[in-house]
């Protein structure tokens, strides 16, 4: 098996028309296994549009990235004032 070195997606239109799973895992920057997984368990998004080997239309792919909601970290406090917090609470 080789491993091909990608390189990072700098514009969605340079994309190819269709991408093939190895595409995705670049794109997503997640492993093709993660992403079949993913798709056995039903909630991989985009969804491809053919199997064997899958595929997805870049037009496709793009309106996901568009229109997919942010899934921005929440900020937790750390370290010191998480401790100092507990002993007000505790009081």
Do not use: C
């Amino acid at each position: 098996m080789s491993i091909r070195k990608r390189q990072p997606v700098m514009n969605l239109q340079d994309l190819p028309v269709f991408l093939i799973l190895a595409d995705m895992a670049a794109l997503l920057r997640v492993s093709e296994r993660t992403i079949r997984r993913q798709l056995e368990a039903g909630t991989f998004r985009p969804m491809p549009r053919e199997k064997y080997p899958y595929r997805w239309y870049r037009d496709d792919v793009i309106k996901f990235l568009r229109d997919a909601p942010s899934k921005r970290l929440r900020r937790r406090h750390h370290g010191a004032h998480t401790e100092r917090q507990a002993e007000l609470v505790a009081k």
